[in-house]
Nanobody, 123 residues
Framework: VQLVESGGGLVQPGGSLRLSCAAS????????MTWVRQAPGKGLEWVSS????????YYADSVKGRFTISVDNAKNTLYLQMNSLKPEDTAVYFC?????????????????WGQGTQVTVSS
């Protein structure tokens, strides 16, 4: 199984980015997919989760209304559309996958996780 994140970069406050997580080697359409982030010098923070089969979505209060999680099952890809970005959104963003509904910031609690993509929000 491989999860590969992409789409990170440098963006100004108020800007937008879309992160992608390409999955291979798993039955993508029956998993819970999650985004977790780690800001510089801080611990991991759970951001958002989605069930790829049913479409149920879950968000941390810190991103609710600004971020949108989605999947394209035909492409085995998870997305995170991030709008109205703030400097405090600066972090490495990881995607993770689990066959059960896992809502945690601890990556090792998931079946699989990727290497992360850096998002920097700065003027």
């Amino acid at each position: 199984v491989q999860l590969v994140e992409s789409g990170g970069g440098l963006v100004q406050p108020g800007g937008s980015l879309r992160l992608s997580c390409a999955a291979s080697g798993l039955s993508f359409s029956v998993y819970y997919m999650t985004w977790v982030r780690q800001a510089p010098g801080k611990g991991l923070e759970w951001v958002s989760s989605i069930h790829t089969g049913g479409g149920s979505t879950y968000y941390a209060d810190s991103v609710k209304g600004r971020f949108t999680i989605s999947v394209d099952n035909a492409k085995n890809t998870l997305y995170l559309q991030m709008n109205s970005l703030k400097p405090e959104d600066t972090a490495v963003y990881f995607c993770a996958a689990d066959s059960w509904k896992v809502i945690t910031a601890t990556l090792s609690e998931y079946n699989y996780w990727g290497q992360g993509t850096q998002v920097t929000v700065s003027s």
